[in-house]
């Protein structure tokens, strides 16, 4: 009974990038996503989306696997932008020191400056997503914790991390199991069924299903405990590969990516690019 | 020196006000294979805590006396040291696999060790070798079978070195023939590896074919037997614990073979077959006719049913009759189609082709709301369907929201309560309930809206003898007096002999056997092959030359007139 809505899985796929040790995709990630955030440099910003789009068709990953999730993150772009010129419609004039009106008039009059702004916001997000997807359906989820805990972050947390992906079947499982006798007690949970009873209706689900993960937690931090978990200061992994060359190749161009990155910052004189002297 | 030892132990959880352990006294020796048994809530599974450091690091509580695993002592070591001296196979493995796949499980222990890596790949694959799973490393545990997943967390325990290794009911999750391979497994490593095999479980017919060197009884947090099986099964240790002793054993009690003079009961062979044979023969006499219930019209029929799921077919062209009034037992291995089944005929499902009949209309417009009220479902875990709080709401939950009157719903919740049993806790906070009262409240809850077909999914799942006699009888109960069908899913042969009238065996969606209870059971072959195995019983008949299915049945009888 597997449900279609979630398909964001992990598969060998064959390439290059699949063959990529996770830390160094992870790190490629953190890094790429990094420097957009900090140059806002607009030609930069380009050329990235330009790289993180043609990575993402080397890596097969097809659209239909992420449509869905794609659609939630440009609505949520959307929804940011928007929030942005609203709350700030003058923060553009602010950092690029002149106003030259495009639309409208008053405090709301949407400004080139402000225009160019909402660009590059908007390019950081679509640098970012690629990036994002091809890490996590690119990397096996149990090299997942190894990565993590490979770039710093201590063993207990990435261990978690992991464990939250592995038990997330067995949760849809209970869940879809839970709805299925909710249901057959009459419970109208389906889309038919009018906003607040649809609301009760999830809360009947999500009660027992509460209860049962909490006893699912407790019996695994047991069998975790058993099998000395936490013992020591430090854990092997067992999907912990050497980095290869291919590793040092990417994090190299990679780390070249944001050297260019910090020496726009010092021609631009800052984080911005300013078209407009 | 012993290799665990307990001295005078008595425990109190923090909290509860009543001591679980009175005054426990024993010593298991190297080399020894020991199983620890009693009902639910004898402490069993206490002391078994108490040996390998849950308790007091994760469950408080105190306790006096002394306990000494490999001549050290408990208190002064943690949980992470104690791991060192004493292995434990949990009792749900599902939820002791943390790794993704098999190979990652296996390895979890060493991982945490700091094990060099190439180390680690080695010893895992050794582990992995040993226990027969290297062609299984890249599955995820999940997806493997009962018995095969017994194998991983063996693996995942087994490479911490100790010594001493400890099963928490391994047999609870699994099917007969499972059970059966499960047992072999831990005795040949036991001997492979020279450890000290603890086992707590309450399934002592099939526990005992491990040949086990102690059989410990605890009753109420007290030890009342602690010997060699052979002795403490010619006792009352284990019928006054409220435990079931292997049918064989139970067969020659009421038959009246004087079990005192009988030197080593556990062995079959060494039995005189021709005394036991005469005083069985007399017993099997006395046997009366065979009541049998009046052949009615079907209430649910399946006729050409066809499924599939994306990736595999479960059912092609399945046809099966339901008469009303029956008691049916659907046995078979997991995957063998029971779920999918049960989900079909409740409209989870729908069929790729077929139609299923209820009462001779067809079931197929029907929401699974609808179809609730004329077949009612109950699932293996009563947690994943009580919603609400307190027994009564749980129990008129149903009728509430089919919007029936106040009125309407109070005589009804309170007349099913009161046949389930429950009335005088009607106002009970669930939490406070048994897992068996728990299961009650579940079948009333569905009960309650009056189907006419019940499904109940391994309703005795994880439950002790008592519990078991108390739900089923309570199920017979309402097959006998409130007219309705009962489904039942269950790998408990007892369960199946016991109670129904009919077996049904699946496997891989086809039917292979639909017969009397007690005739499947004492059929080898297609017990094979819908992975259940037969009872002792089937031994006993197989040594003394006696008809298997009429011990079966006159066993049967006898156990129902002690109700």
Redesign the interface.
């Known amino acids: ?2 449900d279609n809505s979630f398909s964001l899985a992990y598969k060998n796929r064959g390439t290059w990038l699949d063959r990529c040790s996770g830390a160094s995709k992870l790190l490629g990630f953190v890094l790429l996503s990094g420097i957009a955030m900090i140059v806002l440099d607009t030609r930069f910003l380009i050329f990235l989306v330009i790289l993180s789009l043609i990575l993402l068709k080397i890596s097969r990953v097809k659209m239909s696997e992420v449509a869905a999730l794609m659609k939630l993150v440009l609505v949520f772009m959307a929804i940011n932008l928007v929030m942005i010129y609203v709350l700030a419609p003058n923060y553009g004039s602010q950092i690029y020191q002149s106003k030259d009106i495009l639309l409208g008039s008053g405090y709301f009059a949407l400004t080139q400056q402000e225009l160019l702004y909402l660009v590059n916001i908007g390019l950081e997000y679509i640098v970012a997503v690629p990036l994002a997807l091809i890490f996590l359906l690119t990397t096996n ?2 090299e997942f914790a190894a990565s993590l805990n490979r770039i710093g972050i201590p063993y207990k947390i990435s261990y978690s991390v ?2 939250a ?2 038990y997330i ?2 949760v849809t499982r ?1 869940y879809h ?2 709805s ?9 949970i389906s889309k038919k069924a009018p906003f607040f009873k649809r609301l009760k209706g999830a809360s ?2 999500l ?2 299903l509460l ?2 993960s909490i ?2 937690i407790e ?14 200061k ?7 590969e050497k980095l290869k060359a291919l590793d040092w190749a990417v994090l190299s161009f990679v780390l070249l990516i944001v050297i260019f990155g910090f020496i726009l910052i010092i021609v631009n004189g800052g984080r911005f690019w300013n078209p407009f002297h | 020196m012993p290799a665990i030892e307990f001295q005078k132990v008595n425990f109190k959880y923090r909290v509860q006000s009543q001591a679980t352990l009175h005054n426990v006294s024993f010593a298991f020796d190297y080399g020894q294979k020991i199983i620890i048994a009693g009902p639910s809530g004898s402490g069993k599974t206490t002391i078994g805590h108490l040996i390998n450091g849950l308790i007091p690091q994760s469950v408080p509580g105190e306790y006096s006396g002394s306990i000494l695993i490999n001549g050290k002592d408990a208190a002064k070591m943690d949980i992470f040291q104690l791991s060192f001296e004493v292995g434990t196979v949990l009792q749900d493995t599902d939820a002791q696999f943390v790794g993704m796949t098999v190979a990652e499980d296996a390895a979890f222990l060493l991982e945490n060790e700091n094990t060099e890596h190439s180390q680690l790949l080695a010893q895992t694959e050794n582990w992995l070798k040993e226990l027969n799973l290297e062609a299984l490393k890249k599955h995820s545990p999940q997806e493997l079978s009962g018995g095969q997943k017994q194998r991983v967390s063996m693996a995942g325990v087994l490479s911490s070195d100790s010594k001493i290794l400890l099963f928490d009911e391994p047999l609870a999750n699994l099917d007969p023939a499972s059970g059966r391979l499960a047992i072999q497994l831990i005795a040949d490593l036991q001997k492979k590896l020279g450890l000290t095999v603890i086992i707590i479980e309450h399934r002592l017919e099939e526990a005992l074919r491990i040949q086990a060197d102690k059989l410990l009884v605890i009753d109420h947090g007290k030890i009342i037997a602690n010997d060699i099986p052979d002795r403490v099964l010619t006792s009352a240790a284990v019928i006054s614990a409220g435990l079931r002793e292997p049918l064989y054993i139970t067969a020659m009690r009421d038959a009246g073979v004087d079990l005192n003079k009988i030197a080593h009961i556990t062995d079959l062979a060494s039995l005189d077959h021709q005394a036991i044979k005469r005083q069985l023969s007399v017993w099997l006499e006395k046997k009366q006719p065979d009541k049998t219930k009046k052949s009615r019209e079907p209430i649910l029929s399946i006729q050409h049913l066809s499924f599939a799921y994306p990736k595999q077919a479960v059912f092609s062209d399945l046809n099966l009759t339901f008469p009303a009034g029956q008691m049916t037992a659907i046995v078979g291995k997991n995957g063998s189609g029971k779920s999918t089944f049960s989900n079909l005929v409740t409209g989870f499902l729908k069929p790729d082709s077929g139609r299923i009949l209820f009462d001779n209309q067809p079931l197929d417009g029907q929401s699974v709301k609808e179809r609730a009220d004329k077949i009612g479902y109950v699932l293996q875990d009563p947690n994943q369907m009580i919603s609400q709080n307190i027994v009564y709401d749980e129990v008129a939950y149903g009728l509430k929201l089919r919007g029936l009157s106040d009125d309407q719903i109070q005589a009804k919740t309170r007349t099913m309560l009161e046949v389930a049993g429950l009335d005088n806790m009607r106002h009970w906070p669930i939490s406070a309930l048994s897992f068996g009262q728990k299961k009650r409240v579940t079948i009333a809850s569905v009960l309650v809206l009056a189907p006419r077909v019940l499904i109940l999914d391994e309703p005795t799942a994880g439950q002790d003898y008592l519990n078991y006699r108390s739900l089923m009888n309570f199920v017979a109960e309402l097959n006998r007096t409130q007219d309705c069908s009962i489904i039942v899913i269950t790998h408990d042969m007892h369960l199946m002999l016991e109670y129904t009238d009919r077996a049904i065996a699946l496997v891989d969606g086809q039917v292979i056997a639909d017969m009397a209870p007690a005739e499947l059971l004492n059929d080898p072959a297609l017990l094979k092959r819908a992975s259940l195995a037969p009872t002792s019983l089937y031994d006993l008949a197989e040594s003394t030359g006696l008809d298997a299915v009429a011990l079966s049945k006159r066993l049967v009888q006898e156990e129902m007139t002690r109700g």
């Open positions: 009974m597997a989820p149990s992991s464990l992906l592995r079947p067995d209970e199991q839970i299925l006798s909710q249901q057959a007690k009459g419970n109208e009947a689900i009660v027992p209860l049962s006893d699912r019996s695994v931090s047991q069998a975790m405990e058993l099998r000395r978990f936490g013992a020591k430090r854990r092997s992994w067992y999907f912990s």
